[in-house]
């Protein structure tokens, strides 16, 4: 993964030179919005020479709940009783909803083609999962307990409740392929997006107390998103439209 994020920063460097060579910003600029898995995508688009053109614009990605047991563990005391480690299960909620922005440049290789190659970046929206939950067991405890999220305790809060989530890199690199101009030589047209973001692997995180290392993996639905996501399939369906 270190290498494709290496060769996409390289390829947007490269590209980013080519501007002093023939530069045609804002000769015309055209605007864009789409749907796929970033969620909406609103953006603006200009080109640079007869090979590339550059967008820049905002993706916003709806708040997609889902609901996922998590095993959670406490010590729990009494006088003159050995401490005992007590074990159960825990609903919690994921949110996906985020907010990123992004900066891409396509390279036509054929200036009169729609086909382009795609160097960029995210950034932003680090916050990749949200993850929330109660449990009335864990309330009021001295040892409050924790979740486990794949090899790791989240721990609980005094009133029994969990915040945290899976984060990762505030800058992603970016390569994909695509169809269609980001400036369109008529008023609109079509256009799909298809590439990757290289975000390194989710590290779980906590709004309150520390994380640790769990002795037990819990090989929860949380730890699968965390598991296949350290690079984030891009798909979005565009409509792109000229200003001038």
Known sequence: MKLF???????????????????QVFNHLGAGVGIGLNGISIDVATPITRFINVHAGVDIMPGI???????FTYEATQAGAPTQTIDGTME????LGRVQGHLIFNVYPFP???????????????????????????????????VIIGDYNVPVDKDGNVDGGLKVKNFRPYLGIGWGRAVPKRFIAFGIDLGVQFEGKPEVYTNHGTITTSITDDDNTFNKVRDALSVYPTLTFKLNFRAF
């Open 112 to 146: 009169k083609g729609a086909f382009y190659v795609a160097a960029g970046a995210y950034f932003g929206g680090n916050k990749l999962l949200k993850i929330t939950g109660h449990s009335n067991e864990l309330a009021g405890l001295s040892n409050n307990g924790n």
């Open 92 to 95: 919690l909620k994921g949110d």
């Open 5 to 23: 994020a290496k060769l996409a920063t390289a390829l947007l460097l490269v590209v980013a030179g080519a501007t002093s060579l023939h530069a």
């Open 65 to 71: 709940t889902f609901n996922a047991d998590a095993d």
